[in-house]
């Protein structure tokens, strides 16, 4: 069946969520930001068991401990893609087959938010999945192979961001870890910690905003928490904003950030000017 021609006042009244990536080195806080959103249309997706620190937050919360359970989450979010083979993942009998496990999938229609913690672990879950599969080994003398694994966990991943992706009407925020590397040539790169580099580097292309929250010293010595969302930037941060809706420095608040790039945009409403550290500094203030 095609589809219908979508008229532009109904897609633009369509409610939008953002998918967006927040990265940070660890110890920053990039967990408690879950106390920033509306805890009651939230579902936390615990995948590292890391929430010592939000043991006082009464939030609806989803364990995945496999691989499989992962991808069960993205097509009860996202709903069933027309295009894969009937009988493969994300298919309609895969969306059919959750409801054993999740319930009815409109229950999920009151989560407005999901905010999984963290994509490093979903990827360590999919690496592991992806090594025990058949392609992981070799045909000739079925010892492992690193290049089948590598390669069966890359397009696993992608193919669950992509998927996650169609769920245009809900906010979706996975965590990861910040690392910092040096190679030989003492060149420096900061990017995210993830299993395979392939997905590591696609991955941004994905999702919608990639935001680095780290600590900033904006001059007067003092070190303050705070997100970098736009590149170029001064320390070669990850960044992205596809809403163009964002300054370089955002304070460090999560459901501020979501629903300045979620809320619908007037006539009279301006389009954000590029940001100057110099206008930053009442946003450097602000103590997440």
């Known amino acids: 069946m095609m589809n219908k021609i979508i008229p532009a006042a109904d897609r633009t009244a369509a409610p939008r969520g953002a998918k967006t990536l927040i990265v940070g080195p660890t110890g920053i806080g990039k967990t408690t930001l879950l106390g920033g959103l509306d805890l009651a249309t939230t579902l936390f997706i615990d995948v590292e068991a890391g929430d010592l620190a939000i043991t006082d ?26 295009a894969v083979p009937p009988d493969n993942v994300y298919s309609e009998a895969h969306y059919a087959a959750i409801k054993g496990h999740f319930g009815d999938p409109a229950r999920l229609s ?25 392609e992981a080994f070799s045909e000739r003398s079925g010892k492992k192979d690193l290049r089948g694994a590598y390669g069966l966990h890359a397009r696993e991943a992608l193919a669950w961001l992509m998927h996650i992706q169609q769920a245009r009407d809900v906010n979706v925020v996975f965590l990861g870890v910040l690392e910092t590397v040096v190679d030989d040539f003492n060149h420096t790169e900061h990017r995210l910690q993830f299993e395979g580099a392939r997905t590591g580097r696609e991955l941004p292309a994905v999702i919608d905003e990639v935001i680095t929250y780290h600590w900033i010293d904006f001059g007067d010595g003092t070190l303050v928490r705070s997100f970098i969302c736009t590149s170029p930037n001064r320390w070669a941060y990850p960044a992205k904003d596809r809403s163009g809706r964002l300054e370089q420095f955002e304070p460090p608040d999560l459901g501020k950030l979501l629903n300045k790039l979620t809320k619908h945009r007037t006539a009279a409403s301006p389009q954000p000017q590029p940001s100057a550290t110099s206008k930053s500094t009442s946003t450097a203030k602000t103590k997440g």
Not at 59 to 82: Q, S, Y
Not at 116 to 124: E, F, Q
Request: one cysteine or more; a neutral charge; charged letters at 15%.
């Open 57 to 82: 937050i009464a939030v609806d919360t989803f364990m995945p401990r496999t691989w499989p359970e992962c991808r069960d989450l993205a097509v009860a979010l996202a709903g069933p893609n027309p």
């Open 110 to 134: 009151k989560y407005h938010t999901y905010f999984i913690d963290s994509i490093t672990a979903v990827g360590r879950l999919c690496f592991q999945w992806s090594s025990q599969q058949p």
